[in-house]
């Protein structure tokens, strides 16, 4: 938003079926659309981020300050109420389904003395039934790194990448891949939760161990959720309580879940291994012997061959 050269690339009112004006169909509830920018619209937190869709206005005044409650001796059962002549205002997020998401991830493993960051890995989209999705990217493959391409799900993307080799992806391929769009299930109006889980391999099929960390992004749709969360302006001067606007958010609501399988070679870990092989074939063949030589009916030829003694038949 600082950067004067930088311009936005929205999709005009016009050409959104969701928004009010566009005369174009839509299965869901048209609501007047604004356009917004990453500033404000996104909600940050420790392992997830929260997309608005769509933002309820409310202008509200202070109806409980300290001088009223310090006199009063009571407290304060309204801080806030609803401004004489305000009314909602609500607003869909014009365009939201092509902001951008960025992971920047990390992953370590100290037993195993392995680390690794995202900008030094590489990584895949897994899209696991949408073949519309599939045949959108000529570079989409069937399997994790593979070299054979396919325009049928499942398949694998790759990501977006910045300048600083960190992924991103449009929110509506994420929808995508997930089986989900902003426009099913009511995601626009009310929200949703999904679930973004990163697995992380360093082995490869019938190669063993790898030099390189993998990961595989899978998101999943939550059925039946929504999300919503609540933010204010304050607009008073010189005191800044005495006015706000609250602000009714629904979104998508991303949360990150790490997993996978690190591997590192162990020769304490090839000793046991081989260890127990021996042993293993060695109670192979006690137990062979066994069989034959005690329990089958021919047991006494079995004893014969086995040891040297010659019987006539």
């Known amino acids: ?43 940050t937190m420790e392992s997830s981020v929260v997309i608005t869709t769509r933002v309820t206005e409310t202008r509200q005044d ?41 992971f920047d991830t990390a992953v370590l493993a100290t037993t195993l003395d392995i680390f690794g960051e995202s900008s030094e890995m590489s990584g895949w989209l897994y899209v696991g039934e949408n073949s519309g999705l599939c045949a959108q990217y000529e570079t989409a493959t069937k399997s994790q790194g593979g070299k054979q391409f396919t325009d049928e799900a499942p398949c694998y993307i790759e990501p977006n990448k910045t300048s600083a080799n960190l992924d991103f992806f449009e929110l509506e391929t994420l929808l995508q891949a997930a089986g989900s769009s902003l426009d099913l299930d009511g995601n626009r109006k009310e929200g949703a939760t999904m679930v973004m889980q990163v697995d992380y391999s360093n082995t490869l099929s019938w190669k063993g161990l790898s030099n390189k960390i993998q990961y595989t992004y899978t998101p999943t749709m939550l059925s039946g959720s929504s999300f919503k969360v609540y933010d204010n302006v304050y607009q008073g001067y010189p005191n800044y309580r005495a006015n706000r606007t609250l602000l009714n958010k629904h979104g998508i609501k991303i949360d990150l879940v790490q997993a996978g399988d690190l591997g590192a ?10 260890t127990t092989s021996l042993t293993l074939l060695a109670m192979a063949t006690v137990i062979t012997d066994y069989i034959a030589l005690y329990l089958l009916p021919d047991k006494e030829l079995y004893d014969g061959a086995k040891y040297g003694l010659h019987y006539n038949m």
């Open 62 to 102: 202070l109806a409980c300050d300290q001088e009223s409650y310090n006199t009063s001796g009571t407290t304060c059962p309204k801080v806030y109420v609803t401004a004489p002549n305000a009314t909602e205002t609500t607003y869909y997020a014009a365009d939201v389904e092509r902001f951008t998401v960025l």
């Open 265 to 274: 070679f162990s020769f304490s870990e090839l000793l046991v291994s081989l």
């Open 1 to 43: 938003p600082t950067d004067s050269d930088c311009v936005n690339d929205f999709t005009p009112l016009s050409q959104l079926p969701y928004c009010l004006g566009s005369g174009l169909p839509y299965p869901g509830d048209k609501e007047t659309c604004q356009y917004y920018e990453n500033v404000g619209l996104l909600t």
